[in-house]
């Protein structure tokens, strides 16, 4: 009987260290080389189960630095993002394991009065009593975390992709009151179980509970984005259809116009004036764009608007009847960051040199997409943002791969010889 409770009290913490490591991947994916990944798992099994005593400072400070080594090495983020996940999950495995230790070792002894100390001296009964209670609590563990993992599944993932690195700073001071509760109490208060464990419970849910707040940050976020999506559409639309009255007017007297320029023909400047006013006149339509994705269609006159202010020739020759499966915000995050990438480098070159062309389409199931512009002969691909302030304006290239990502698809930048090109693909699903 022993036997069969050591080989299920085993199996169950395999299970619990893959439950946590999931989770972990969930929230922070693993880097994708794969012998990272196993070396990973075993890495985390050695982390997972570890166990901290009252008044045990250096297991305390070992378990925590491991764990921190562990996320920097192993998972892929930001360095708050990784921040938040120590924050998070390093006080709630010190607070889970050492309550169903704890626990486990108070109910053996109160039920068998064993001696305490090593187990030699003690009878197969209570041999038995012990693994029986200690595969109860592996049970315990296995069980919170993966209710823990089924509760906020759906947020983790979300969250890395969506806060700004202001709002990590936010999430992470909060999440600091767990991290400093659990570390207090299990190594200056004394074994006092009514002290301990309700701390040691609210340090959990605070960690968890910063999870759900940073949920809810995101999900006012993407509730603003979307109501600024649809204000953008009903302007765009609203101008689309004025355009649209003042081209019907155009043709409905365009006869006229034509009996006009007839009548002129001896005038050749009267005539390339006339010309090119009824150019002006129609000019302005024919920046809309009409790429099978409306939102992208929006995204792409407001950037055209913005190249021919700066007196920079922009191409854009994109068909995304495919892209349905794209959220309208990575499609801001991925084309507006590029083509504004794209008009800051042209602006510092002479009139002669700004040129911009986007294309898209795609190739059998991947959606090709390139933003190539002309740049300084110095410029290079850079990760971060050349602005100064870098909470407004983000990361630039870093969103863009983001994003990309997210649909499992690969971005790759190249500057050479005065030209910068930006190469992105997605597979459709």
């Given at each position: ?28 994916p693993l880097r994708r080389n794969r ?143 767990p991290f400093v509760a659990i570390f ?166 002479p009139e002669e040199r700004r040129a ?74």
């Open positions: 009987m022993i036997r069969f409770l050591d080989i299920l009290s085993f199996g169950l913490e395999w299970g619990y260290v893959l439950v946590f490591c999931w989770m972990l991947h969930t929230f922070l012998a990272l990944r196993i070396l990973a798992f075993f890495a985390c099994s050695l982390l997972a189960p570890a166990v901290i005593y009252s008044n045990d400072l250096p297991g305390l400070i070992g378990v925590l630095t491991g764990f921190g080594a562990y996320v920097a090495l192993f998972h892929r983020g930001r360095w708050m993002e990784k921040l938040s996940a120590v924050l998070v999950f390093g006080p709630a495995l010190i607070a889970v394991n050492y309550m169903t230790q704890d626990a486990g070792s108070r109910l053996f002894f109160g039920l068998t009065h064993a001696p305490s100390g090593l187990s030699q001296g003690w009878t197969r009964q209570e041999l038995l009593a012990s693994t029986a209670i200690h595969t109860g609590f592996q049970l315990v563990r296995l069980l919170f975390w993966t209710g823990a993992w089924l509760l906020l599944k759906k947020h983790l993932r979300r969250i890395t992709s969506d806060l700004t690195a202001r709002m990590w700073l936010v999430v992470d001071a909060l999440m600091l009151s207090t109490i299990i190594y200056f208060l004394p074994e006092d179980p009514v002290i301990v464990y309700p701390i040691c419970v609210t340090s959990i849910f605070s960690g968890f509970g910063c999870i759900w707040l940073a949920a809810y940050i995101c999900a006012s976020v993407r509730t603003a984005c979307h109501a600024r999506e649809l204000e953008v559409k009903q302007d765009y639309y609203r101008d689309r259809m004025k355009d649209e009255e003042r081209v019907r007017g155009i043709y409905h007297d365009l006869k006229n116009h034509l009996l006009v320029l007839q009548a002129r023909t001896e005038d050749g400047q009267e005539l390339r004036r006339s010309v090119q006013g009824l150019q002006e006149q129609i000019g302005a339509y024919e920046d809309y764009y009409h790429t099978g994705n409306e939102f992208l269609d929006i995204i792409l006159r407001d950037k055209a608007g913005k190249a021919q202010e700066r007196k920079i020739a922009f191409s854009a020759m994109l068909s995304m009847e495919d892209s349905a499966f794209l959220d309208p915000l990575d499609i801001s995050t991925i084309f507006g960051n590029a083509l504004d990438n794209a008009i800051e480098a042209s602006e510092k070159l911009i062309v986007a294309k898209a389409g795609r190739i059998r199931d991947i959606l090709v997409v390139s933003v190539e512009n002309n740049a300084l002969p110095e410029a290079a691909p850079s990760l971060k943002t050349t602005k100064r302030d870098e909470s407004a304006h983000g990361f630039g290239l870093p969103n863009i791969r983001k994003a990309v990502e997210r649909y499992g698809g690969q971005c790759s930048v190249r500057a050479r010889e005065g030209q910068f090109l930006l190469k992105i693909m997605i597979p459709v699903p």
